[in-house]
């Protein structure tokens, strides 16, 4: 295949040229476009390529990296049929999530950004009235035919079907660290957001203890996440596209502990292999267990 043009980018918060690399380790070239690279489930995680910090404001982000286009080309090849083997906690994870954001806004119109197979929008189409956008065209179809609903291979910069200030909630689930301009898509938010409405995000949280202590090893460094914030650079996104922020905390999740072990494959053997072995001797693979690593972070953000 061709290898995809890298670009270089100013930080996406201040706009300023000054940074510090943080984390280094080089694209695989030949795998920085394939569908493995962009799965929920993936295991390419070493080759993260070049992470810096803005010397200006602290926004961590990958540059240069893969041109816009090669990434979404990436999103729409994705096929992640993993993903859907932890059917039932990715549901309890959805109510979760809806059980924070109904602090806030309890019914209404519901825009999910980067919906995959409709977990989220399956829960929450008891509250609200649904709808969602989705770049692989593989859980598209998932979302649409196992689920009915109404989600769409459209842009959410560029689609037509929504009014300005139309919508209640919008959500954004592990979304914002891979989107080429997440200012640009909050300001988009904005928009279609009612005055008061709700905006739902959760993402990895480059400032967590975890992220500290585990350096370049962090899960949250993958090559299919370009930026990296921290409660304090995504509070000022937020607030420089017309949020206030009434939410900000950690979130946990449920998998089974089969999951979450395999999750430290690509740590060294000697940390991987007790765990699995364990787990296994216990018989306790497909047990559901909820784990707080504190290392995502969840924001409810109200329009002004
Ligand atoms: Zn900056």
């Known amino acids: 295949m061709n290898e995809p043009k890298l670009e270089h980018i100013p930080c996406n918060l201040c706009g300023s040229e000054r940074s510090v690399v943080e984390f280094h380790r ?24 070049r992470i810096v910090r803005c010397r200006d404001c602290g926004l961590v982000y990958t540059d240069p ?27 309890i994870n959805a109510h979760l999530s809806l059980n924070t954001l109904k602090r806030f806004c309890r019914t209404g119109k519901l825009l999910e950004v980067g919906a995959s197979t409709g977990y989220f929008l399956n829960a929450a189409r008891v509250d609200f009235d649904v709808a969602g956008l989705e770049p692989s065209e593989w859980a598209c179809r998932i979302a649409r035919e196992k689920f009915k609903l109404d989600v769409y291979p459209e842009s959410f910069d560029a689609t037509k079907r929504f009014e300005p200030a139309s919508l209640d909630v919008i959500s954004m689930i592990d979304v914002i660290e891979h989107l080429s301009d997440p200012l640009a898509a909050v300001r988009r938010a904005a928009e279609l957001l009612k005055p008061g409405g709700v905006l739902y995000l959760v993402t990895p949280d480059v400032g967590s203890l975890s992220a500290s202590l585990l350096r370049g090893y962090w899960w949250g460094l993958r090559p299919a996440h370009i930026y990296y914030f921290d409660k304090h650079t995504l509070r000022r996104l937020l607030e420089k596209a017309g949020f206030q922020v009434v939410l900000s905390k950690s979130f946990g999740r449920i998998f089974s502990w089969g999951y979450w072990a395999s999750r430290l494959r690509h740590y060294p053997g000697f940390i991987y292999n007790p765990v699995r072995g364990i787990i296994r001797g216990l018989d306790i693979e497909d047990k559901l267990l909820y784990l707080d690593t504190r290392d995502s972070i969840e924001i409810c953000a109200r329009k002004k």
Request: charged fraction near 25%; aromatic fraction near 12%.
């Open 26 to 49: 080089p694209y695989k070239l030949d795998t920085v476009s394939e569908c493995a690279t962009y799965a929920a489930t993936t295991d390419e995680f070493q080759s993260y390529g």
């Open 65 to 91: 990296r893969p041109a816009p286009g090669a990434l979404l080309k990436g999103y729409e090849e994705c096929v992640d049929e993993a993903y859907l083997s932890e059917s039932s906690s990715r549901s």
